[in-house]
């Protein structure tokens, strides 16, 4: 399984349960070799749980019905990330807000549907997007609101 993944040029992981993929990944030994993946340069890549995955966290109905705080990522980017920002089903972008301003999640980024963050290391180079009018924010605590957060206008691709 490792010399197959070092051998491609990316890795793309769906969504669905974020906390099933980690304890399957860990199981099976994935962390290491997904992060000797990242360290040569294999692009990692994905939305939904395949974003939050590469992250330290952040919120997840993979618990039960409810969105919860998710915090056992691989931690490869030092951040939360709030995916389906605008997903109204459930108030996916609130929540993301209240765990970050309480203390639940670090700081972090949050992405709505269509919008891709493209790290370059650790740091966020820039989003993107395929859907026009969508955004990524930056969000992290504040003492004045509870958080703080800064819109980060996609490049449409």
């Known amino acids: 399984m490792r010399a197959h993944l070092l051998s491609q040029d990316v ?3 769906e969504g669905g ?12 030994g994935l962390p290491q070799i997904l992060r000797e993946c990242w360290d040569s340069g294999v692009v990692l890549a994905g939305p939904s749980a395949g974003s939050l995955c590469w992250h330290l966290g952040g919120p997840t109905d993979s618990f039960g019905d409810s969105l919860d705080a998710f915090t056992d990522g691989l931690g490869f980017l030092p951040y939360s990330n709030g995916v389906h920002d605008d997903f109204d089903a ?8 209240q765990l970050v301003a309480r203390g639940a999640l670090p700081a972090g980024y949050a992405s709505e549907d269509g919008v891709g963050l493209h790290y370059v290391g ?5 989003a993107v997007s395929v859907l026009p009018s969508k955004s990524a924010w930056w969000v992290e605590p504040s ?5 703080a957060q800064q819109q980060i206008e996609p490049r449409l691709i």
């Open 143 to 147: 003492a004045d609101e509870g958080y």
């Open 11 to 13: 890795i793309f992981v």
């Open 17 to 28: 349960s974020v906390v099933n993929l980690m304890a399957v990944w860990r199981a099976h």
């Open 90 to 97: 459930q108030p996916r972008r609130q929540v993301y807000r």
């Open 122 to 126: 650790t740091e966020l180079r820039e």
